[in-house]
């Protein structure tokens, strides 16, 4: 019995969602639930860590971890005073943590995510449950995405094929048909480019429904460059990341630099679009899409996948009960759960791990 709060933060590090659930109704309850800017210059620190080659600094790579763990408990000490509830009705928290690497295709695999999970049980006085991805690479799998065993708790239909797409930096879907096992992917940049793109030519954080990429014209041919990026024609299961999807990445295939700053966007929009269509259609034909993450908020966008699927269904969510802003905070509050009752929340056929597998490491608060 008692509340678990789910902690995330994701590629696009627009913020801390945080979620407090009751998972003893059915369906769940969300008690409470707040997305907390990153602090600029602790945010600019940890940008600055992700895009680092080659030499990260021992000493800032340390603090950071500590300073991202007090974020984190802030967050959830705010959640929690503003829902009206004391830490001791809170039996865990889930936090997932800010993914520094995620690298399952070295010769040594590995997924490195921080956010001190000692500073966050220390502050907040309650169990913490983290490090959610490495036991999958252990045994051999990608470490992600592991949303689709909780897309296939609470969202899979006896009436309907879906396919739930989280559209965060990067595109990941979960297949859920009616007559087979879950599976899901990364299918490649959701907001990430993007992202990267408007921050760079105008210092916005994201474009805010599409607008700026309206502006623009998709450049036909850019986006058959994009789409010759050899991971978008590698079967599952597989996962990518900020590590190959990047400005560095966007610079060596725009060629000739006289295009429109807005084209590119423009083009970026349709890629994202491109890339999460064919997977749903590959993969899971005719289904209906739902889509959940920032991206979900993003109409234009929206309207572009759903040209891509036609005439499928295509809503975010909202419509399943759930709103798309906290899908991954509710999810890492229910992996906490699984793992302190001793239940595995990883799936071989989405990771491609040896077999499901407890995640998490335990971090008492007492």
Known sequence: MGYYLGLMSGTSMDAIDAALVDFDTLPLRIIGASATAFDPPLKRRIAAL???ADRVALDELGQIDVELGRAFAETALTLLRGAGVSPDRVTAIGSHGQ???HRPDLPTPFTWQIGDPNSLAEMTGITVVA??????????????????????????SND?????????????????????????FDTGPANRLLDAWISLHQSKDFDADGAWASMGRCDDTLLAELLEEPYLRLPPPKSTGRELFNLPWLKSKLGRPSRRPEDVQATLQQFTAV???????KYAPGASLYLCGGGAHNTALQGAIARQVAPSRVATTAALGLDPDYVEAVAFAWFARRTLEGLPSSAASVTGARGARILGGVYRHA
Do not use: C, W, Y
């Open 50 to 52: 992700l895009d680092s």
């Open 99 to 101: 993914t520094l690497r």
């Open 131 to 156: 490090d959610f991805r490495r036991r999958d690479v252990a045994a051999g799998g990608q470490g992600a995405p592991l949303l689709p065993v909780f897309h296939d708790q609470v969202f899979r």
């Open 160 to 184: 309907e094929d879906r396919v739930i797409v989280n559209l965060g930096g990067i595109a990941n879907i979960t297949i859920l048909k009616r007559d087979a096992t879950v599976t899901g």
């Open 275 to 281: 890339s999460v269509g064919a997977a749903a259609r």
